[in-house]
């Protein structure tokens, strides 16, 4: 019988590094209908001059949805996934519970990292080896950091989605879009390099076994379990990272369409069905993720929305205080800034001070540096937008040129997608179609991979196709729409 005439519900976790979300997927009137059952915050922690995560909240934040999906859902549900965002890992102590809070990726202790690992592995090597952007934000920079600090490299770890699978479910693996982002796959391949461990001594063992993008890991465990929608409710390692999971629930076909993922970070890029690792591609630093269903995400990391979040820390602390929709609608009427800043320079990564960082870029341009005055304020926030999309451009452009690409259709999905200013300058600049995705599409993929999962039954080997994923898709992202617009109409 198939997952579609049993009925049961799905529910997808998406952890951010801002915001969570718990959905519900069920089938009334045998229509797929998806709802946000638990939003929760998250942030990083200063602990003794380092950033870290909570781990403990997210999964409690996790379960807190998780029962509020069974409250929702008395015909039960078939599966649960979780994505989130890439890099960071929990290292676990013989009983399975964190060995400490696990580090938050934009914590400076990498900055030593990566020189250093460099000097033994050289960056072209590297990107060789892996296809991966030198980017030290990489848990390969953040392994070779523990190091550094003399911590147990030999106690096992886990990135931080498959971490929260494990604990539903008890099976410690390493989803393959998600491993792919660690910066320790080799290339082409689902295995993780034994050159890159053995030359920089760190331990293969403690690293988890690799699996298929929509494996199916087994029950759900745990007292949760006991609960009785939760009867034999599978876990699936769908797209465990987020980026991956949002492209699968973009509803194209054909081969003349890139990407933007839009949010704390923006992710700029296209679909290969084989990595490109060109000198090109590597002198522009691209990246070849693990992509849903076999293919690869052929993209560089823009800073995102999480710098602006930054500005408005800081007008914060001095009493200043702007809606986002506000300071949006300011910005419209607004010229083009007399010149744009790098927002990806290496210090606007770095939390605290994101003005102060802003003058000083400015000041290099010979610009006037902005105060800390209420009338600036869209100012600042109209460079941060115009900055993004000229950058949006110069990727794409690059793209074009290195993949060969005959683009003419933009997606963008995510938080972003709702900033019309930044998608009009998007548009203008680029030249591309602009085709607006649903906010919610990490969601959608993360759902379109499980039901593909639960409808093939190869798939907890060779991981859910690429086909099945895509018409799933098309009909969650069809219902979404229609939602939204019964909503606005009711």
């Known amino acids: 019988m198939t997952l579609e005439a049993k009925r049961k519900a799905l529910v997808a976790v998406d952890l951010g590094a801002q915001s969570c979300r718990v959905s519900l997927l069920r089938w009334p009137q045998d229509l797929p209908e998806i709802e946000i059952v638990h939003r929760f915050a998250n942030s990083p922690l200063t602990r003794n001059d380092s950033l870290r995560w909570d ?26 996934a979780v994505d989130g965002w890439a ?4 290292r676990l102590q013989a009983d399975g ?28 090597k590297l990107y060789a080896l892996t296809g991966i952007q030198i980017l030290r934000i990489n848990s390969l920079y953040q392994l070779y950091a523990d190091k550094l600090a003399g911590e147990d490299i030999h106690l096992p ?9 494990y604990r539903l479910c008890g099976k410690r693996v390493a989803e393959f879009t998600n491993a792919t982002h660690t910066g320790l796959v080799r290339l082409g391949t689902h295995s993780w390099c034994q ?13 988890p076994q690799i699996v298929p993008c929509g494996s199916l890991l087994g029950p759900l465990t745990g007292e949760i379990s006991g609960t009785p929608e939760f009867h034999n409710t599978q876990v699936i390692a769908a797209a465990c990272h987020d980026t991956a999971a949002a492209i699968a629930g973009i509803p194209a076909c054909g081969d003349d369409w890139a990407f933007i993922s839009s949010g704390t970070w923006s992710m700029v890029g296209t679909v290969l069905d084989a990595p490109c690792v060109t000198l ?22 823009v800073n995102g929305m999480w710098l602006l979040r930054q500005c408005m820390d800081d007008w914060e602390q001095h009493g200043l205080r702007w809606p986002l929709q506000e300071l949006l609608s300011s910005c419209t009427s ?7 800043i790098d927002i990806d320079d290496p210090q606007l990564m770095l939390p605290g001070n994101a003005i102060s960082k802003i003058n000083t ?27 993004m999309a000229a950058r949006y451009a110069e990727v794409l452009n690059s793209i074009r040129r290195i993949a060969g690409k005959q683009l003419k259709r933009l997606f963008i999905v995510g938080g972003g997608s709702q900033n019309t200013l930044l998608n009009r300058l998007t548009a203008d600049l680029t030249g591309l179609e602009v085709v607006l995705g649903s906010v919610e599409s990490t969601t959608i993929g993360n759902l379109a991979i499980q039901l593909a999962t639960l409808d093939d039954h190869s798939a907890p080997a060779q991981g859910a196709s690429a086909d099945a994923i895509a018409e799933w898709a098309k009909r969650l992202a069809a219902c979404a729409v229609k939602q939204s617009n019964d909503r606005e109409t009711s």
């Open 157 to 165: 770890w886990l990135n931080l989605p498959e971490y929260i699978t």
């Open 97 to 124: 519970t964190p060995a400490a809070l696990p580090f938050c990726y934009r914590d400076p202790r990498t900055e030593r990292a990566e020189r250093e690992v460099h000097a033994i592995l050289p960056s072209e």
């Open 195 to 207: 050159e890159i461990f053995e030359t920089l001594a760190l331990d293969l063992h403690a690293a």
């Open 280 to 301: 090109e591609a590597q002198a522009n630093n691209f990246t070849n993720l693990g992509c849903a269903g076999g293919k690869f995400c052929f993209l560089k990391n």
């Open 361 to 387: 870029q400015l000041a290099r341009l010979g610009q006037p540096a902005f105060a800390f005055e209420n009338h600036q304020i869209p100012q600042i926030a109209n460079l941060i937008f115009h900055s």
């Open 87 to 90: 890099v960071d890992y929990v």
């Open 55 to 80: 781990v403990a909240a997210l999964f409690e934040g996790v379960l807190h949805g998780l029962r509020l999906c069974a409250q929702r859902a008395p015909e039960g549900v078939a599966s649960i």
């Open 334 to 340: 607004l010229p083009v800034p007399a010149a744009l």
